[in-house]
């Protein structure tokens, strides 16, 4: 197969045994995909400036076994989506705002917490209040929960 078009968004097949057909459907495709990529190349979806009033997303983080094995978890959040405002307003309004004390504000529910029998563990404020007192979960939640429930880069 040969193509023909140098330069051309597609390459165009020129098939001897099927003439002027194949030209004619290389026109039609080319039509098509030049329209789609025009609006699709460069172009942004447009931010709006009104969000939605809650914000999910997965936190992932490992910890180690009593053999030392990093063990990797992760679950996933509902919260409360609060602006950058309302974020420092309230992070100075008490000083003594601990972590665990923030999330149980903005956590509205999870998914993928079990229990140790492997059982899922329904979202309650007390069921929050446990899962924090591994060390370094309520870190990782508020971290993350601070990346994700604003704009960020897009890959």
């Not at 020129?14 to 080319?30: D, I, M, N």
């Not at 000083?95 to 059982?119: H, Q, T, Y």
Request: aromatic letters at 8%; charged letters at 20%; one cysteine or more.
């Amino acid at each position: 197969m040969r193509t023909a078009g140098q330069g051309a968004i597609l390459a165009r097949p020129v098939l001897p045994e099927l003439g002027t057909p194949c030209a004619s459907l290389y026109r039609k495709v080319q039509s098509i995909f030049s329209g789609l990529l025009s609006t699709f190349i460069g172009h942004t979806m447009a931010i709006k400036i009104v969000v939605s009033n809650t914000v999910g997303f997965r936190v992932k983080g490992a910890i180690n076994d009593e053999k030392g094995v990093s063990q990797p978890f992760h679950f996933d959040l509902t919260c409360v989506r609060l602006n950058s405002e309302q974020i420092q307003a309230k992070l100075k309004s008490d000083s003594e705002l601990s972590i665990i004390e923030f999330l149980v504000d903005v956590v509205e529910g999870w998914s993928g917490v079990r229990d140790a029998e492997d059982k899922v563990v329904p979202y309650s404020e007390a069921s929050l209040r446990e899962l924090c007192l591994i060390a370094g979960t309520a870190r990782l939640a508020f971290n993350t929960y601070l990346g994700e429930v604003g704009a960020k880069e897009k890959n």
